[in-house]
């Protein structure tokens, strides 16, 4: 049966908010992740009580012991969705019901409690309703929110912790990807990978971002913008890249994008954007892909487009792809047709200018 607990909220303002003057001036010039809000939401979990003391209170600094359990064992998740200003100057959320699922999922894998869906979705709309001037209305701006849960007990010693963080932050968004390109480069990485069956590719847990971080970091010294995996097997299969999943487009119409089976994120905006094309009578082949055939049907032409998404980065096209040995342009190497007709059908569903025919949209003001 569905844990559907909700707790009353204390609510704490902020003694000194950003004034209305800076806040405009900040919202002005946005990048992604580096402004925050006034607030943040904070609740507790130790194994006697389970959840409470909820409350909505200034941001500012977390007091952690050494022996902190996160740090020594990295029991750590996070979620990332957006709330997004609508045309009449109200905002809604999209989809949060899929990131409350996939935050217990997580929790689950993890070891963690799980967070009940209804808290989950509640601590979102009190964030969003306590820091409503935060949310941008330029094109292609959001307001980020990010719910993570690490484990707060002080302890040394290798088991599941007891007392527990779920804490919420929001940071008004623009662009994921800056400096203006069409499309974005990735490098192939040869000597890394980011999971394997069995292990933590399914969760969205801080371990499997940390892990692909030389990867990344070699994509850029290697003049990318983003790293693509391989599978841990036979390093030949297309996965993921960093933080986003990855569609083919080919000259026949149809789609095609890795499957899940543990190895790969299941995308809430991958899994929006397969029921987008097949409303629209596409053809989506969830089957592997691999980086040779890849490179094959760019050549060909059989290959017209090829994109990334996530909710960060909504989705992107793939212009370029490098690695040792090999070097190709997809298409024309800029945003395909099908790309950008998903895109925008997307985007006008978050932001309440076209209709919501799965019910995806929920309005919080």
Not at 152 to 158: A, I, N, P, Q
Not at 179 to 191: D, I
Not at 283 to 304: C, F, H, K, M, N
Not at 322 to 328: I, L, M, N, W
Request: hydrophobic share 40%; net charge negative.
């Amino acid at each position: 049966m569905e844990d559907t607990t909700i707790l009353d909220f204390e609510f704490e303002a902020h003694p000194n908010p950003v004034g209305a003057a800076d806040r405009t001036a900040l919202l002005a010039d946005l990048g992604f992740g580096k402004v925050f809000t006034d607030h943040m939401v904070v609740i507790r979990y130790t194994a006697d009580r389970g959840w409470h003391d909820a409350r909505v209170q200034p941001r500012g600094p977390i007091q952690l012991d050494p022996a902190c359990a996160v740090l020594h064992y990295a029991q750590e998740i996070f979620e990332g969705l957006k709330a997004y200003r609508l045309p009449d100057g109200g905002a809604a959320l999209f989809r949060a019901e899929a990131n409350a699922r996939r935050f217990a999922e997580s929790a689950e894998r993890m070891a963690m409690p799980p967070i009940p869906d209804a808290l989950f979705l509640e601590s979102i709309r009190a964030l969003v309703r306590a820091d409503r001037d935060w949310i941008p209305d330029g094109e292609g701006s959001s307001l980020y929110l990010r719910p993570f849960m690490f484990a707060s007990e002080t302890f040394l010693g290798v088991r599941p912790a007891q007392e527990y963080l779920y804490m919420v932050i929001a940071s008004p968004a623009g662009a994921y990807f800056k400096g203006g390109a069409p499309s974005v480069t990735l490098w192939t990485s040869e000597h890394y990978t980011r999971a394997a069956r069995g292990g933590t590719g399914a969760a969205k847990c801080g371990g499997n971002y940390a892990a692909s971080l030389i990867a990344q970091a070699e994509a850029i010294r290697e003049g990318c913008d983003q790293v693509v995996f391989l599978d841990a097997v036979e390093n030949r299969y297309v996965e993921e890249l960093g933080g986003m999943n990855v569609f083919f487009a080919f000259e026949d119409g149809s789609l095609q994008t890795p499957p899940l089976g543990g190895t790969i994120l299941p995308g809430i905006t991958r899994e929006s954007l397969i029921r987008l094309a097949r409303d629209a009578g596409v053809t989506v082949r969830e089957e592997p892909y691999g980086i040779d055939q890849w490179q094959a049907d760019a050549a060909s032409g059989r290959l017209r487009e090829a994109f990334a998404c996530g909710t960060a980065a909504v989705v992107t096209p793939i212009g370029r792809v490098r690695g040792r040995g090999f070097d190709f342009s997809i298409g024309n190497g800029g945003p395909g047709m099908l790309t950008e007709r998903l895109r925008q059908q997307l985007t006008e569903i978050q932001r309440g200018v076209a209709p919501d025919p799965h019910g995806w949209v929920e309005r919080l003001f």
